[in-house]
Nanobody
Framework: QVQLVESGGGLVQAGGSLRLSCVASGSIFSIDLMGWYRQAPGKERELVAAISRRGSTYYADSVKGRFTISRDNAKRTLYLQMNSLKPEDTAMYYC??????????WGQGTQVTVSS
């Protein structure tokens, strides 16, 4: 069983940057897909970015060119570099991983708040 723990969230002004980290309790080498989801109050959870074990990436249109996802299998860590943050990026961000269309593992979440 893999446990995921996020960190790096916080309060930042619009235009600022944050780097989220997600550390796994076990190896993530065997987990094909890892990604970051977010959920804002009153909205559905959405996939923000994902990365495969081979390094292929996916980004939601709303974050393309501003966010970068990466993974370090040796350190059992997933990252999300967020630049040029906007107030609409405010949400709880969750790390997730799995080998199918739906994640098997979820973190507890880290809050990101962007002030205008």
């Amino acid at each position: 069983q893999v446990q995921l723990v996020e960190s790096g969230g916080g309060l930042v002004q619009a235009g600022g940057s944050l780097r989220l980290s997600c550390v796994a309790s076990g190896s993530i080498f065997s987990i094909d897909l890892m990604g970051w989801y977010r959920q804002a109050p009153g909205k559905e959870r959405e996939l923000v970015a994902a990365i495969s074990r081979r390094g292929s990436t996916y980004y939601a249109d709303s974050v393309k060119g501003r966010f970068t996802i990466s993974r370090d299998n040796a350190k059992r860590t997933l990252y999300l570099q967020m630049n040029s943050l906007k107030p609409e990026d405010t949400a709880m961000y969750y790390c997730a991983g799995g080998n199918g269309p739906d994640p098997n593992y979820w973190g507890q979440g880290t809050q990101v708040t962007v002030s205008s």
